[in-house]
């Protein structure tokens, strides 16, 4: 099947499980690809990159609440770029708003270290903090379940951040075999 069902659309699916990644897909939905196969996909789009240690956290923090592992790891990357943060004592990015340790996400605080954005103490706190964000109250709860809904709040306006993490996506099914594009 053809994986690019309409602008910014991603078939988010291996193993059976169908989770597409558009502006109007629930983003509760599964992803369906094992941290081999994303973290090969990375790899073909930028070796060694920081993005490269995602997949597990992503996945782990799916299974915890219930946030599209796929969906977390597009958003780090269009937040952060392929290289991110690397957390306490490595580099940080500093072209960004990003100030906190390992907060791949621009989460703003509580517990921060510089007055605003939030510090976490791994990749696997911020991929969990994450998916508790999007997942709470504020955001599925309050009927922002889809890309498009979530984008105004998450980063607003909205209007790019949406496609772009859409785009990301894209770009990392792209580079799996039999997904349906790569």
Same mark, same amino acid.
């Given at each position: 099947?053809?994986?690019?069902?309409?602008?910014?659309?991603?078939?988010?699916?291996?193993?059976?499980?169908?989770?597409?990644?558009?502006?109007?897909?629930?983003?509760?939905?599964?992803?369906?690809?094992?941290?081999?196969?994303?973290?090969?996909?990375?790899?073909?789009?930028?070796?060694?990159?920081?993005?490269?240690?995602?997949?597990?956290?992503?996945?782990?923090?799916?299974?915890?609440?219930?946030?599209?592992?796929?969906?977390?790891?597009?958003?780090?990357? /269009?937040?952060?770029?392929?290289?991110?943060? *690397? +957390?306490? @004592?490595?580099? %940080?990015?500093?072209? $960004?708003?990003?100030?906190?340790?390992?907060?791949?996400?621009?989460?703003?605080?509580?517990?921060?270290?510089?007055?605003?954005?939030?510090? /976490?103490?791994?990749?696997?706190?911020?991929? *969990? +903090?994450? @998916?508790?964000? %999007?997942?709470?109250? $504020?955001?599925?709860?309050?009927?922002?379940?889809?890309?498009?809904?979530?984008?105004?709040?998450?980063?607003?306006?909205?209007?790019?951040?949406?496609?772009?993490?859409?785009?990301?996506?894209?770009?990392?099914?792209?580079? %799996?075999?039999?997904? $349906?594009?790569?």
């Amino acid at each position: 099947s053809n994986n690019q069902q309409a602008n910014n659309t991603v078939n988010a699916s291996t193993n059976g499980v169908t989770g597409v990644l558009t502006l109007d897909t629930d983003v509760k939905t599964s992803c369906g690809y094992t941290a081999d196969q994303l973290k090969e996909a990375i790899a073909k789009i930028h070796s060694n990159c920081a993005a490269l240690n995602y997949p597990e956290q992503a996945l782990a923090a799916e299974q915890k609440t219930g946030i599209n592992a796929l969906f977390c790891i597009s958003v780090a990357i /269009y937040e952060q770029g392929w290289d991110g943060i *690397e +957390g306490k @004592g490595g580099p %940080i990015n500093t072209t $960004g708003a990003n100030w906190g340790n390992y907060n791949i996400f621009n989460i703003e605080g509580p517990n921060t270290s510089n007055g605003r954005w939030r510090d /976490y103490s791994s990749y696997e706190e911020a991929f *969990e +903090g994450f @998916g508790q964000l %999007i997942g709470g109250s $504020g955001y599925y709860g309050a009927g922002l379940t889809t890309i498009g809904k979530i984008a105004p709040r998450y980063c607003p306006p909205g209007d790019t951040w949406g496609p772009g993490v859409c785009g990301v996506a894209k770009m990392i099914t792209d580079g %799996i075999p039999n997904s $349906g594009s790569g």
